[in-house]
């Protein structure tokens, strides 16, 4: 731009300067011409007057002579002319040449001519200047200055006449001041061309038609003329004319344009072509740096491009970039640093629109212990060229994230950033760790937790020469809980019991739950096992008020193991295996106990994992026998049914009875296969009677709680009647009262299945437990076997009698028979007569006895033969 407007400005100012001197050319041209028109009229104004007086002269010689006088001596003798080459002649009246100034013919006669007419006319003496005309003897033009001659008495007399070539009044004008294509011209009033010079040609008026001259209206002036008439060419000329003071005679010079104009024109031409050659340069540089400053442009545009495709590219990811600068302070450290460039995400991280954050530095962006730490890892970054991290963001911050990434590259003159918002991930992470470490049910850190915790918190008391305690809980009658009231119960139980244990320990002691109805609790440190045995107590002490589930109160104590680390074990699995035996011993010791690991628990563990295995074994070998006890008739002693019950023939023990198995196999779920294979030798045996032909009675089946729960039993019992092709009356079974505790819904369903396949239920062990008498009555149940210890008070007090008595009536009510279990002498036979008690079963009438001695049995059929007679005997005594 400055490039054109100088371009610009430099032609301007050539035109102007060249036009201004244009102009003032010409007006010096004009002016310059004038002089010269001038010059030419004062020149010709004095020709014009010395012809003027050469005739005036003549006219009064001849006049005064009377027409005497000889020109020719006349002009030897004193009048000189001081132009030769003019001829002066007398024509007399006749109009012939009379006298000549030079010594040449006379000549023709002239009357018929113009002039002589003219002066033969006019009355008047003044000089006439003709018209340029041929003559009539040399065939010349000429111009004659002519004048009449009068007689004395004044009649017209002649003329005295001077002739002139035309190029005579060329003479007075000098060659030089015309140049080459210069003209002159002599111009009558009358329009007349006198003569006129053009170079070297010389014209006149007979050679020029007339209407062609301008006028020259004015006197004199000056003018440019694109043609001159007379110049016989059509060139421009400066013109200037001046009409001659005494005479109708206008002077005319012209110079040419052209050859005025051409030194100037030179000068001209260089002005424009320095003009248009500087112009030219200056476009040159103009278009170079036209070139360059686009091409920066262009490179500068396309960067910006790129940058900003970049910036737009990565702010669609999750990452913040940033372009730090270091502000160093004189020695070169960085004291801060200046944000120079982000993307929108960058900057949003900090929750400002980019437009902002650009231009900020750090230590406006953070706070103090944060930035001061930030600075460091930029040095870091500067000093190793990279530095990345996983960085947990403090509170503090005014990153608005919990978790980043982060990447700082070096630059040259501070660090490229790279933040990562990581913190869904690192939540995830953190979630799926604490999945894995706790239990679902209670909130609890779980087993997996605790195999990672026990070894370090080992460590940490190593060094403090501490101890760790592990506390081994096993919640007592939870199974029956379980069993009884269903699992949703059990869960609730579970988590309140969780609760009731935190609330009962240090916010440091850990609990956990390790599985099922077992929590650990780690005790660290703990000075001595004095101190976990408070502890213990403790949690026994917590333990003894009920907890309220939905299904109602319900009170369970713990078993606690103990084991001490590091007296106890040196790895955790030791410690909790010992602590685990520990608890077992609490447990066979009477439950709500706890007791310290003792070597020697070993020995008995592993008893009793022999038993267990033992047992197994005796079930798929089938090292078991039935007993079967009789039931009679209170009255009549009549054999009405008997109760199988089963014996292990241990190879090496002999026999063992169950008390001492059943309840182990009920703990270790054997009694599952153990009821199965009961229930098969019984239903074999009935089918072997039946072979035989032996009249056979009803035969009732133990059923444990467990087995009931299971909910196969009636299952089982059918398929091993029609196995055996048994009629189901032969078959009863016999539950525990407390059997009946658990999900009534439930149990209303498995009693009604079993009833309907015609099989009669008793309640086993009736008085121990607290079955519901509306549930019993619900549950069309049809005999009541009322326990032994019952049994055995009859005859010993008072109240035996009366329970008795109170449950017979029920029974009555409720329509149910009454069975008394373990009858073992007379006098409970005659008090349970009096009581009108159905059934009675006990040593007194037999005990269980294997399965050949009964045929003998059911062919006797009424046994309690000897104790009726007597009865019968001492009515009648
Ligand atoms: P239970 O069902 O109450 O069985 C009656 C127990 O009382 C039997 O003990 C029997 O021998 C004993 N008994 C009978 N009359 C008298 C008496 O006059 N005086 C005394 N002191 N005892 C008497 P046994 O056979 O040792 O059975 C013990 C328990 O083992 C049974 O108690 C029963 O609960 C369980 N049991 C036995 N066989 C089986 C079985 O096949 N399956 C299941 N689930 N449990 C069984
Ligand atoms: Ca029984
Ligand atoms: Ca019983």
């Not at 002089?35 to 104004?45: D, E």
């Not at 200046?338 to 629109?353: I, K, M, Q, S």
């Not at 020469?465 to 939870?478: N, S």
């Not at 009405?640 to 026999?655: F, N, Q, S, T, Y």
């Amino acid at each position: 731009a400055i490039c054109i407007v100088l371009a610009a400005l430099l032609s301007g100012i050539t035109l102007s300067e060249i036009k201004q001197q244009k102009t003032g050319f010409e007006k010096d041209a004009l002016t310059d011409t004038a002089k010269h028109a001038r010059v030419f009229a004062q020149q010709l104004s004095k020709a014009f007057e010395q012809a003027d007086q050469i005739t005036l002269i003549v006219k009064q010689e001849w006049e005064q002579s009377k027409g005497k006088m000889n020109l020719e001596t006349m002009f030897s003798h004193g009048l000189n002319l001081s132009f030769h080459h003019l001829s002066v002649s007398i024509i007399n009246r006749g109009g012939t040449p009379v006298s000549r100034s030079h010594n040449s013919p006379l000549g023709v006669n002239v009357a018929d001519r113009d002039y002589f007419i003219y002066h033969q006319r006019v009355q008047s003496n003044g000089l006439h200047i003709s018209e340029p005309i041929i003559g009539r003897s040399t065939g010349n033009t000429l111009i004659l200055f002519t004048r009449r001659l009068n007689a004395v008495d004044g009649t017209f007399d002649g003329v005295v006449a001077i002739a002139v070539k035309p190029s005579y009044f060329a003479v007075f004008y000098d060659n030089t001041m015309l140049g080459g294509a210069g003209t002159m011209a002599v111009v009558g009033k009358d329009r007349v061309l006198r003569m006129a010079k053009t170079g070297d040609s010389i014209r006149t008026a007979t050679d020029m038609a007339l209407n062609s001259i301008p006028a020259f209206e004015s006197d004199k002036g000056a003018a440019l003329m694109t043609d001159v008439p007379w110049s016989g060419d059509d060139e421009a000329h400066f013109v200037a004319w001046e009409t001659l003071r005494s005479y109708p005679f206008i002077a005319v010079v012209g110079l040419a344009k052209r050859e005025l104009i051409a030194d100037h024109e030179k000068t001209w031409m260089s002005y424009r072509n320095n003009a248009v050659l500087g112009s030219i340069v200056l476009f040159l540089v103009a278009l170079v740096a036209t070139l360059l400053s686009a091409r920066l442009v262009w490179r500068k545009h396309q960067a910006e491009q790129a940058r900003e495709a970049y910036w737009v590219a990565t702010d669609g990811g999750s990452e913040g970039f940033y372009m730090w600068r270091a502000l160093r302070d004189r020695e070169g450290a960085s004291v801060d640093f200046e944000v120079v460039d982000c993307n929108e995400r960058g900057a949003a991280f900090f929750g400002l629109p980019k437009s902002q954050m650009l231009g900020m530095t750090l230590s406006s962006l953070t706070q103090q212990p944060y930035f001061h730490q930030i600075v460091q890892i930029c040095d870091k970054a500067m000093k190793s060229g990279l530095y990345e991290e996983e960085y947990r963001i403090p509170p503090e911050s005014t990153l608005k994230m919990e978790w980043i990434y982060r990447k700082l590259v070096r630059t040259n003159d501070g660090v490229a950033v790279t933040l990562r918002d990581i913190s869904a991930a690192k939540a995830l992470e953190q979630e799926l760790v604490r999945l894995g470490n706790e239990d679902d049910l209670t909130g609890l850190p779980n087993r997996h937790w605790l195999m990672e915790f026990l070894p370090v918190a080992m460590e940490r008391t190593k060094k403090q020469d501490g101890m760790v305690g592990v506390l081994f809980i096993d919640l007592d009658g939870f199974k029956n809980v379980n069993d009884t009231l269903g699992h949703s119960a059990g869960d609730e139980l579970l988590q309140a019991v969780a609760q009731r244990l935190k609330s009962a320990l240090r916010p440091t002691d850990n609990v956990v739950r390790f599985g099922g109805d077992e929590f650990i609790v780690i005790l660290e440190p703990v000075a001595d096992a004095d101190g976990a045995a408070r502890v213990a107590a403790r949690i026994a002490v917590a333990f003894l008020q009920s907890f309220e589930l939905s299904r109602g109160r319900h009170t369970v104590s713990t078993s606690i193991g103990i084991s001490l680390y590091p007296q106890d074990g040196d790895d955790p699995e030791t410690l909790l295996k010992n602590a685990d035996m520990a608890m077992y011993a609490a447990k066979v010791a009477g439950k709500g106990r706890h007791r310290f690991y003792r070597p020697e628990f070993y020995e008995g563990l592993k008893a009793e994992i022999d038993t267990k295995q033992q047992l197994l074994r005796a079930i798929e070998e089938d090292q078991f026998e039935m007993h079967y006890q009789p039931r009679v008739d209170t009255m009549t002693g009549e054999l009405v049914g008997l109760e199988a019950l089963v014996r292990w023939w241990h190879p090496e023990r002999g026999m063992v009875p169950p008390d001492t198995f059943i309840p182990f196999a009920e703990t270790t779920g054997l009694i599952i296969p153990l009821g199965e294979l009961v229930m098969l030798k019984v239903c074999a045996q009935l089918a072997l009677w039946q072979q035989q032909e032996i009249a056979v009675v009803p035969v009732s089946v133990n059923v444990s709680v467990k087995q009931f729960n299971e909910g196969n039993v009636k299952n089982l019992i059918s398929s091993c009647l029609a196995t055996h092709g048994i009629p189901p009356e032969l078959i009863e079974i016999e539950l525990t009262e407390s059997a009946m505790m658990g999900d009534v819904k439930s149990i209303q369903l498995e009693v009604a299945a079993i009833s309907a396949l015609g099989i009669k239920i008793h309640i086993d062990d009736f008085g121990t437990g607290y079955s519901s008498l509306s549930l019993l009555r619900t549950l069309d149940i049809d005999v009541l076997k009322v326990d032994r210890s019952f049994t055995s008070q009859l005859g010993q007090n008072k109240q035996g009698e009366i329970f008795f008595k109170a449950i017979v009536w029920m029974a009555k009510a409720l329509d149910m028979r009454v069975v008394a279990e373990g009858v073992e002498t007379e006098e409970q036979v005659q008090i349970l007569q009096t009581l009108s008690c159905d059934e009675i079963q006990g040593y007194v009438v037999s005990k269980p006895l294997p399965a050949k001695a009964i045929p003998a049995l059911l062919h006797e059929r009424f046994l309690l033969k000897g104790i009726a007679e007597r009865a019968c005997v001492e009515d009648a005594g």
